[in-house]
């Protein structure tokens, strides 16, 4: 599923109206159909879930079906629906739905919307933020086809607050993907009445007051239990905090045809099994050949911990093993191995450092290099902690050995204090993956960490451009660049995720599937799907998210 910015949209409506030749005015129908259509799905869902209330209760059959419940909402968003809905419910009479309409095409696809309503039998009351008379082209034409309808209508005053006694659901129509800012006057105000009403709220496109390339929400904005995009996905759906605003998200199709946004080089994509499979080209059974064995499916030595932090080399070797490849190595301080022998009985350990208290040293990067002999992946990072030289000692690593590399952890800490010159000059083919979480980002570009948080596609997709290696932005939505441009959004994952070790949990998996001979954007991209998957099945199984730690990620690979 490719995602776009609002001039990328644009840009797509623009071909299909003037080159392919599909009147501006369908494009618009089949979006406000569509809206109608996702609004009677959610009719059909309150009612149907006001029969179950009145059952009686069993709470273990609750718990689960509350469980299960919650498990769905955090995989998000997991592709386009195209399936033409009847537009009938139960009980219509018990509907009476607000259209909240502002003056542009947003507006007019709303007014389709409330069209389609009223043909359906459910009651609806067109709202609007400006005088009728303030909307032009399409807009227009529905506001007039609106009329003919005979559907009621009122004009928004601040100095009139809305009466939702009898309403049961708010659209938001008011403001779209040309809009930017904080929505002022008249929209302010009704974007703040529709909230505080408590009424479920579905906006058209995104919703009113999101920043629809970044995710950014200014004030007032729309909290939204369901947001129906249009089209393509937009990338301010994909990131917090817009795509909590959004609720869920259902992606619809209005006449752009599939293979337009890859034809104009569309290069964002939510990361899904078509992707992988199709785009990336990977064969997710990782079928193994029946005259395989541990030598065919990569060696990775993992340079990582300290007396401190043994925990996080543990995990990452864990899940390096888990996640298929034939053999692994832990490279690490001499007084840390009697405390970790046996710990993993599958790992392999060897000492790269010692008389030091269990602390790396500059010195000992020769040692890694020899050791990283004869292995296929070498991951540097989780637990090794900071030392005099380590930046030095980092560079020397990663120029001489010329085999796929994971960064983590303070090896990115080491490449930011070498400042943005840090990978130009080194005499590399193989790929550079890192994996850093927004703060290790921020470093690594000079700025704050709020400022990745504002937009992290595009500093993930320049920062791997710039520099060449395949970026790893870690956080819910993970995003994954490549040097050509392609970027992935993930959308597997759940909040219980957010524990210590889960990131170390993430450069094994990473490291083991480059072992197996997958290329570093396969690897990374899958790696990052299957960790969230991971945490998905972990938090299943536990009825509260709290209770995960990243050892469980480990095991539900």
């Not at 799905?41 to 469980?67: A, F, H, S, V, Y």
């Not at 993993?344 to 269990?358: C, H, R």
Request: net charge negative; with cysteine; proline share 4%.
């Amino acid at each position: 599923m490719y995602v776009v910015t609002a001039k990328q949209m644009r840009e797509l409506d623009h071909i299909v109206i003037e080159k392919i030749g599909v009147p501006s005015a369908s494009l618009m129908e089949n979006a406000g159909k569509a809206l109608a259509e996702e609004v009677v799905k959610l009719c059909r869902e309150e009612q149907n879930g006001r029969i179950e209330r009145g059952t009686p209760r069993d709470p273990l059959q609750e718990d689960e079906n509350n469980n299960r419940r919650a498990f769905e909402e955090w995989r998000g968003v997991r592709g386009t629906i195209r399936a033409e809905e009847t537009l009938r419910i139960k009980d219509r009479s018990q509907e009476h739905w607000f259209i909240l309409i502002g003056k542009g095409n947003n507006g007019g696809d709303g007014l389709v919307c409330a069209r389609h309503l009223q043909e359906a039998g459910i009651k609806v009351t067109i709202v609007y933020a400006v005088p009728p008379s303030a909307l032009e082209q399409d807009a227009a034409l529905q506001r007039d086809a609106a009329t003919a309808y005979r559907i009621p209508a009122v004009v928004y005053s601040e100095k009139e607050p809305l009466s939702f006694h009898g309403i049961t659901g708010i659209v938001d129509a008011l403001l779209g993907t040309g809009s930017n800012g904080a929505p002022r006057k008249a929209y302010a105000a009704l974007i703040r009445e529709a909230n505080e009403s408590g009424l479920p709220i579905v906006s058209a496109d995104i919703p009113s007051g999101l920043n629809a390339d970044t995710g950014e929400l200014y004030e007032p904005h729309i909290r939204a239990e369901m947001t129906v995009c249009f089209g393509l996905l937009k990338r301010g759906l994909t990131q917090y905090p817009g795509a909590e605003a959004a609720g869920r998200v259902k992606v619809r199709s209005i006449g752009i045809p599939p293979k337009l946004a890859a034809d104009q080089g569309i290069s964002v994509q939510v990361l899904t099994e078509e992707v992988l499979e199709g785009t990336l080209g990977m064969d997710l059974a990782l079928r193994r050949s029946g005259e395989g064995h541990k030598g065919t499916y990569g060696h990775v030595l993992l340079t990582a911990g300290t007396l401190a932090m043994s925990g996080a080399g543990l995990l990452s070797a864990r899940a390096s093993l888990r996640s298929g490849c034939g053999l692994a190595t832990w490279a690490l301080p001499y007084e840390l191995m009697p405390h970790v022998i046996g710990k993993v009985p599958e790992l392999m350990l060897a000492d790269a450092v010692s008389g030091n208290d269990g602390l790396w040293t500059e010195e000992s990067a020769e040692r890694v290099i020899q050791l990283a002999e004869g292995k296929d992946v070498l991951a540097i990072g989780p637990g090794l902690g900071r030392f005099e030289g380590d930046t030095g000692w980092l560079r020397r690593i990663v120029e001489a050995c010329d085999v796929p590399i994971v960064l983590d952890a303070d090896a990115l800490n080491m490449v930011a204090a070498g400042g943005e010159d840090f990978f130009l000059g080194m005499n590399r083919t193989a790929p550079l993956i890192l994996t850093p979480h927004p703060g290790e980002m921020a470093r690594l570009m000079g700025i704050s960490t709020k400022d990745v948080q504002r937009d992290r596609i595009t500093h993930a997709a320049a920062y791997a451009e710039k520099t060449g290696v395949i970026l790893v932005l870690k956080g819910s939505r993970t995003v994954i660049a490549a040097p050509s441009g392609s970027t992935y959004i993930n959308l597997t994952g759940h909040p219980g995720m957010g524990t210590g070790g889960a990131g170390d949990v993430l450069t094994g998996i990473i490291a083991g599937l480059l072992a197996q001979g997958w290329s570093a954007e396969q690897a990374a991209a899958y790696g990052v799907y299957l960790h969230g998957l991971s945490g998905e099945r972990a938090a299943y199984k536990r009825h509260h998210p709290g209770g995960i730690i990243a050892g469980d990620i480990i095991d539900a690979l």
